[in-house]
């Protein structure tokens, strides 16, 4: 381990002797560093000057082309963004005033949550089940806050290998939520983090803003679960007004385009194909990772192993008790209660932060302290 992976350096470290299976972030062996730094010069000796200038408000127009043509969509469609968390606080400032509703999940990405009530937004919950959100309860959350005279900023919706529960939203609940929110006009803000991270060989339901014809759906993706958080990259896919309209505001005309020479990197890699090479190491690594725990979980593991991602859900009677026997283990866990109100107690064990051995000796770990 780099003696830089430290506090002050890096965003959160567990205390030695822990076996961390909380962050929800690629172990540091993961991280390309070589790959990068190549991707890097590449973009210096291509783009010399321009560089280091000030960028195209809206992203430069090769990764802009690139990711288009990935998403079988047109440039117009997309705006670089700084990741899905600035893309997030963006449209939290830009299209809901404070006090008004973000409708999500009962159980959804902590941080997530916080921009939006950061913002003053309300948070409302309506229910999901195991195939995800469900459309009658987001008509019956709609029609209830607005009966009361709440404006509806948007629904923030994780439907691919959400985060905490794994969990693959399929096509045909993704179009019976699309039919919700175009009857009642509400926009769906579709979080796609681990999109490219299926990690076994199944057929990918389309993405939310590919069956909408990117109308009334905005959807958010991100190199930080596939390059690494430090770039600070990501993509926002949105009809072409709203990416103009963005393009257009103080902060990228005063700052041109969000982390331009980063961007000009990672199009070097999207174009020579060192991005895609990257993509069938990641995912077979952490397909590993992630059959290492289930193993190590063995017949006490509650979960169903998710198809991609980077998260194993496991239920159990007690959360509290779960802790308490993670804690005895020495493992850091992370409370299912942080994302909200799971149905049923939970926990989220991470995979993506430590290889397989690891893994295994901590799922085993696990289930021996949860029976002691
Ligand atoms: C669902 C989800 N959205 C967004 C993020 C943050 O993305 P970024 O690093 O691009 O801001 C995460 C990271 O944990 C996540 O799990």
Not at 9 to 22: F, N, R, S
Not at 144 to 163: C, D, E, K
Not at 265 to 281: F, K, N, P, S
């Amino acid at each position: 381990m780099s003696p830089y992976w430290r506090t002050g350096i890096v965003q959160d470290v567990a205390p030695p002797g822990i076996t961390d299976l909380a962050p929800g972030y690629l172990d540091p062996a993961l991280l390309p560093v070589d790959l990068l730094a190549a991707a890097y010069d590449k973009a210096f000796s291509r783009y010399g000057p321009a560089a280091l200038s000030y960028g195209e408000n809206q992203g430069v127009q090769p990764l802009r082309e690139a990711l288009a043509e990935r998403a079988g969509c047109g440039p117009e469609h997309i705006l670089i963004t700084a990741g899905t968390s600035h893309a997030l606080h963006m449209l939290a400032t830009t299209l809901a005033e404070p006090g008004d509703v973000v409708l999500c999940e009962p159980t959804a990405y902590d941080y997530g949550k916080q921009i939006f009530t950061d913002r003053g937004l309300r948070l409302a919950p309506f229910a999901a089940d195991d195939a995800g959100p469900e459309p009658d309860a987001l008509a019956a959350a709609v029609r209830r806050h607005r009966a009361v005279g709440r404006r509806i900023a948007f629904a923030y919706l994780i439907p691919t290998f959400h985060n905490p529960t794994g969990r693959l939203v399929g096509e045909e609940r993704r179009l019976a939520l699309l039919d919700v929110a175009r009857e009642h006009d509400v926009l769906v803000v579709e979080d796609d983090a681990y999109a490219e991270l299926c990690l076994d060989e199944l057929p990918m339901p389309k993405p939310m803003a590919e069956l909408a014809g990117y109308e009334g759906v905005v959807r958010l993706c991100s190199f930080a679960k596939t390059l690494g958080p430090g770039l600070r990259l990501g993509w926002m896919l949105a009809a072409p007004a709203m990416v103009a309209s963005a393009a257009a505001s103080g902060l990228l005309s005063s700052g041109g385009g969000l982390n331009h020479l980063a961007s000009l990197a990672v199009t070097t890699l999207i174009e020579d194909g060192g991005y895609d090479t990257r993509l069938t190491m990641l995912r077979k690594e952490l397909g590993a990772r992630r059959d290492a725990l289930v193993k190590g979980l063995g017949t006490a593991c509650f979960a169903r192993p998710p198809h991609g991602g980077f998260f194993l859900w496991v239920r159990g009677a007690s959360e509290e008790h779960m802790l308490a026997a993670a804690a005895r283990a020495k493992i850091r866990v992370a409370a299912g209660s942080r994302f909200g109100r799971p149905a049923t107690p939970a926990v989220r064990l991470s995979y993506s932060f430590n290889p397989p051995d690891t893994l295994f000796q901590a799922g085993r770990r696990l289930t021996q302290h949860q029976k002691g």
